[in-house]
């Protein structure tokens, strides 16, 4: 009976001191956060950057936001977030902007209002529809990847300096504006419903990577594969047929086809 005690003990306390470690890391690394967002709300009008990752206290945090009047910078990856308060008007000069893996179905009026944003990160969320004002600004990346958007997807006229676009794990079927992204160096459009894709890719010249994996798609536009600096293209998962494969393998030797790239 001792024996078997011990064994379990043995067996079972190399987690309960790893889960312990880790609460007790988190623990620190919020009260090192508080410590230190202390010091700067003594001076809020300094404030430009805001990382809330590793923060506690998540309510009580929102409510201090509207009193950074400079922020430029905020990450609220990953907090559970359910919705945000609607305190956007008061960080008019937000840039960045990252509410990623939360469950956000939609966002409140004030960020529509925003005016400077650039980059913008809204993915593994549950939202059902592109807010405007992506559509309004001029972003260089923008990733939405992982929500539940469907139909159409627009490319703004905005977005011609745009470098790194994420419309992955969606629902979309169709794809507009492609023409816009001049600058576009990675695009996903992987996991949707698109069947085809137009064959307007002329502008986008600094094209390298491009994932259309896990969509039924037959095809690979011609101005897709000439793009002079393309490097990758995805197709796990779609209903292109080898022949055709050949054919591209053949006619494009530069591209790799099906093949995971390292970045």
Known sequence: MKLAILVAILFVSPVSWAQTDLELRKKREAQEFWDHFSREMENPSQI????????????????????????????????????????????????????????????????????????VGLYSNQLQSIPEVL?????????????????????????????????????????????????????SLRSNRFKEFPDAFQRCRRLTTVYLDFNPVAAIPRTLLSRPRLRYILIEGTSIPDELLMKYHSRYPNVVLDACPTC
């Open 48 to 119: 430009t950057k805001l990382d809330c990752r590793r923060a506690d206290k998540i309510d009580s945090l929102l409510t201090l936001i509207p009193r950074l009047r400079n922020l430029e910078w905020l990450n609220l990856w990953g907090l559970g977030l359910d919705s945000i308060p609607d305190f956007f008007d008061s960080i008019p000069k937000l840039t960045w902007f990252d509410a990623g893996k939360n469950q956000l179905k939609e966002l409140p009026p004030s960020f529509n209002r925003l005016t400077q944003l650039s980059e």
């Open 135 to 187: 559509l309004k600004s001029e972003l260089t990346s923008l990733q939405i990847q992982g929500n539940a958007i469907g139909g159409e997807f627009v490319c703004s006229p905005k977005w011609t300096e745009m470098t790194y676009l994420n419309i992955g794990h969606n629902n979309f079927d169709h794809i507009e504006g492609l023409n816009y992204l001049r600058k576009i160096e990675i695009l």
